[in-house]
T-cell receptor, first 115, second 115 residues
Framework: ETGVTQSPTHLIKTRGQQVTLRCSSQ?????VSWYQQALGQGPQFIFQ???????GRGNFPPRFSGLQFPNYSSELNVNALELDDSALYLC??????????????FGPGTRLTVT | SQKIEQNSEALNIQEGKTATLTCNYT??????LQWYRQDPGRGPVFLLL???NEKEKRKERLKVTFDTTLKQSLFHITASQPADSATYLC??????????????WGAGTKLIIKP
């Protein structure tokens, strides 16, 4: 088990609503990444935060936004939910420095269902 | 844009044999390539990271190769065991050299080790 926790475990929302997912990083990690994983697919990179700044972003619309806090925990916010947003949302923490790549430690994920 | 191809069909291997999984990519050569294991309903677990200037990396029964000419990485599990059954994902990035960092993932290959 990694030290990364996510909440909630499962969530059911209605189309058009907003949702906030939370992630607590592993102790000592300064970087957090968020992914969306549809069934049978690999994770799709949403964005990454390094020391509270957005460090990179995948091909997701602006209604996907995030925050990283001074304690390196993080939130993923999704506005105007669509049916296609139904997926497993994964948070991963790592100890990153500029110019390098490090292994990611994943949480168990939040299963979001949009009806 | 960068694309990763992993064998979408499940790989069935007899216990004790060597399992070999393939990860092919297009476009630019990544600076780093990572392999993860994912069990159903869980987040991916980091296995190995290999850099572009490394040809091979080993960890216990695992071996990863990285051929930037062929744009391919091979992942080997020797003396395979039923407990090795899982989906294996490869992911690549260029490190934080870009202003827009991204970690790109394949869809994964399901490995089934038969007793």
């Amino acid at each position: 088990e990694t030290g990364v926790t996510q909440s909630p475990t499962h969530l059911i929302k209605t189309r058009g609503q907003q949702v906030t997912l939370r992630c607590s990083s592993q102790s000592g990690h300064n970087t957090v990444s968020w992914y969306q994983q549809a069934l049978g697919q690999g994770p799709q990179f949403i964005f990454q935060y390094y020391r509270e700044e957005e460090n990179g972003r995948g091909n997701f619309p602006p209604r996907f936004s995030g925050l990283q806090f001074p304690n390196y925990s993080s939130e993923l916010n999704v506005n105007a939910l669509e049916l296609d947003d139904s997926a497993l949302y994964l948070c991963a923490s790592s100890l990153g420095t500029s110019g390098s790549s490090y292994e990611q430690y994943f949480g168990p994920g939040t299963r979001l269902t949009v009806t | 844009s960068q694309k990763i191809e992993q064998n979408s069909e499940a790989l069935n291997i007899q216990e004790g044999k060597t399992a070999t999984l393939t990860c092919n990519y297009t476009n630019y050569s990544p600076a780093y390539l990572q392999w993860y294991r994912q069990d159903p309903g869980r987040g991916p677990v980091f296995l190995l990271l290999i850099r572009e200037n490394e040809k091979e990396k080993r960890k216990e029964r695992l071996k990863v190769t990285f051929d930037t000419t062929l744009k391919q990485s091979l992942f080997h599990i020797t003396a395979s065991q039923p407990a090795d059954s899982a989906t294996y994902l490869c992911a690549l990035d260029r490190g934080h050299m870009d202003s827009n960092y991204q970690l790109i993932w394949g869809a994964g290959t399901k490995l089934i080790i038969k007793p």
